[in-house]
């Protein structure tokens, strides 16, 4: 079970960072009318406002690079809580931002997982 | 409704790090038997077993310095996701240690909560 969850962990976070980095606006499709996004302290929600926020943040370009994945069971059956935490290197910017984010994920009925929650900080130097 | 889940999200941190700057071992009274800690990646179940891995850390004394709490509901009835960042002093030690640490709070009978998740990575410079 443990093992699992890390796998569905790691899986996710490699997807979810592959999106952000090459298809912000692809994102979309892993939230839900009901997800909640908190970036930077503004709070966002459903998936919609959630692509577009992401999709408008002012870089072009980014890249993701992940230090540490730690993954738990949640109390909602199947739901998986994610606790990331990595660099940003944003395009044309020379120093990499620190940044830790967390994820609640909950399944489909499909068998996949969307996003029911998302926080993210810069961690500022 | 989010102004109340930012309230318990304030209250719950206050009341959490006076508790682990002034009493590590009180701590326990915070967690269940089912309640699980990955503390820099190793993993903890049980409130008794975490208690007594934050009361072993190798540090005397120690002040937690709040920078950011964001909170949401969670998919749990009653439930509060927790996300903090801040820095962490330890006793004799020049400098402070960045963090960032997540919670899970469940509502308890009693109408307090406790935690169930909990994650804490220190943040490398």
């Given at each position: ?8 962990g ?5 997807h979810?960072?592959?999106l952000f980095d090459?298809n ?11 997800s909640?996004?908190?970036f ?11 692509a577009?926020?992401?999709?408008e ?9 992940i230090?540490?994945?730690d ?7 199947g ?6 935490s ?6 044309g910017?020379?120093h ?8 609640h ?8 997982f ?12």
């Open positions: 079970m443990e093992e699992q969850v890390e796998l569905v790691k899986a996710f976070v490699d979810y960072y592959h090459n912000r606006l692809s994102l979309a499709s892993l939230y839900q009318p009901t909640m996004l908190t930077e302290g503004q709070q966002i929600q459903g998936g919609d406002g959630i577009r926020k992401l999709s943040l002012p870089f072009d370009h980014c890249q993701h690079l230090t540490t994945i993954s738990q069971p949640s109390s909602s059956p739901g998986v809580l994610v606790f990331v990595g660099n940003l290197q944003l395009a910017e020379e990499e931002l620190k940044f830790s984010q967390m994820f994920l909950i399944p489909t009925l499909l068998g996949s969307f996003v029911q929650n998302d926080i993210f900080r810069l961690n500022y130097g």
